[in-house]
């Protein structure tokens, strides 16, 4: 069959399509770029926030419109999991719905789905093994390894326990071959991926052996990881980035608040100043480490003081980047059950404070890097302008500089000139190296 898919939400998303077409083209079945032309048509979906959700449903609603008549219509992933057949209901002529744990029956679900047979496959199952990608027969330049699948953490507003199941750990060696795999198919740059990623646990190994063991993967320049809790920050794992020449000076992780309090309400488990003494860990053992984060605004019962802890906070952690989100209901979480008390006009002007600080803050931490030399993974030509060449620091910041997109898969020196919203401006400083 010709099949077409379409990815939302986080970058486990992403990776679990790649592995989901990787099972289908093993399968005998070819990807297209065209809805219209598919004879089935998949949508791996998002079910974060409320407004992830209502655009996929819209979205799927105008692809059944968009495909043939007789093509297939399936959804796989968050929302998926968390309607089931409820999906059915809501957009018609629904051929499959598979969720996150069952990814390894697709192909039969398409074969009945062929033979006219409605399949809902969301069983969430505790003992299930690891699903992992058939070995990859091709690779980009940077590549998503997922490690660990699901979150035990039931923070106060997150869908995700109730829609990805008890957190599970993939076994090392697995992980190991698979990064060698695409080491080999010429992925310099590795993401490993966990809902929770530095809780990874593999028997006696822990996240930061696991980080040793894919250090010494031959091909692999880079390593990064995502997402991690506060709560699991060890100092095993700050040495592990400080020590491991591959993997990169970049950490993301989520504060959502700055306020104690509301940091409670959210079953975040940790307090504002333990979040800081975390920073100043970090900062003291990996010098230059960039940090990203996560905001929440207006979760239930956030007062204009804690609001204002929160700013006071990014002021003084001065993130490199976050993502920033207005609080939304998802039914079924604890936080459901509190009253979501803060006028949306309030969550709105919040949510443009942490936005309009953030952008400063930014902008101030990327304005120092003028002058300086930093090393750049070429990822290919820069598509504003083809003379120029594109590319990442190892803290995750575009660069762009005149040079051959050819490049593509060195390292090389730029000597940064100027500095716009989100992209560092530079030159090359001399030839790059394999
Ligand atoms: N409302 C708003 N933001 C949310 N996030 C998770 N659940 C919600 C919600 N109900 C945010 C958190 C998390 C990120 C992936 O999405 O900040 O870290
Ligand atoms: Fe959701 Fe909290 Fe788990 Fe992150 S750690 S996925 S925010 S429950």
């Given at each position: ?240 980035m400080a020590d491991l020449p591959k993997v990169c000076e970049h950490l993301h992780l989520p ?180």
């Amino acid at each position: 069959m010709r099949i077409y898919m379409e990815t939302y939400g986080c970058q486990m998303n992403e990776y679990d399509s790649g592995m989901m077409k990787a099972m289908l083209r093993a399968s005998g079945h070819t990807l297209v770029g065209d809805a219209a032309r598919a004879d089935a048509v998949i949508v791996n979906t998002c079910s974060v926030r409320e407004r992830a959700e209502t655009r996929v449903l819209g979205r799927l609603r105008h692809l059944r419109g968009l495909a043939g008549r007789d093509a297939i219509l399936g959804v796989v992933g968050c929302v998926a999991q968390r309607m089931g057949d409820a999906l059915a209901r809501e957009v018609k002529g629904i051929s499959f719905v598979v969720g996150t744990d069952q990814y390894a029956l697709l192909p039969d679900v398409l074969e009945s789905a062929r033979n006219g047979l409605v399949r809902f496959e969301t069983t969430v199952d505790p003992t299930e093994s690891y699903v992992a990608r058939p070995d990859a027969t091709e690779a980009g330049l940077c590549e998503f390894v997922s490690v660990a699948r699901g979150c035990d953490n039931y923070c106060s507003y997150c869908i995700v326990p109730y829609v990805r199941g008890r957190e599970r750990s993939r076994p090392a060696r697995a992980v190991v071959r698979e990064v060698r795999r695409l080491a080999e198919l010429g992925t310099r740059d590795v993401t490993l991926l966990g809902q929770n990623v530095n809780s990874y646990r593999d028997g006696s190994a822990d996240f930061a052996d696991l980080l040793k063991v894919v250090n010494d993967v031959d091909g692999i320049e880079r390593i990064r990881f995502a997402t991690s809790h506060p709560k699991d920050l060890s100092e095993g794992l700050v040495a592990a980035m400080a020590d491991l020449p591959k993997v990169c000076e970049h950490l993301h992780l989520p504060v959502q608040s700055g306020s104690t309090r509301t940091l409670e309400r959210m079953n975040r488990s940790y307090a504002r100043e333990q979040y800081l003494s975390l920073v100043d860990m970090v900062r003291e053992r990996v010098p230059g480490a960039a940090l990203t984060t996560d905001i929440i605004v207006g979760f239930p019962g956030e007062s204009e003081a804690d609001f204002e802890e929160t700013l006071s906070l990014m002021e003084n952690v001065r993130f490199d980047s976050a993502f920033m989100f207005r609080y939304s209901v998802r039914e079924g979480t604890k936080a459901a059950k509190l009253p979501d008390d803060v006028p949306e006009d309030v969550k709105i002007r919040r949510l443009t404070s942490v936005i309009e600080l953030q952008k400063a803050i930014t902008s101030e931490l990327n304005g120092k890097l003028a002058g300086s030399t930093v090393e750049v993974l070429v990822e290919g030509p820069s598509e504003r302008d083809p003379s120029s060449l594109f590319g990442r620091t190892r803290t995750g910041k575009a660069v762009v500089a005149p040079g051959p997109g050819a490049l593509a898969g060195r390292l090389v020196p730029v000597r940064i000139e100027r500095v716009t919203a989100w992209t560092l401006h530079g030159a090359m400083a001399e030839n790059g190296r394999r």
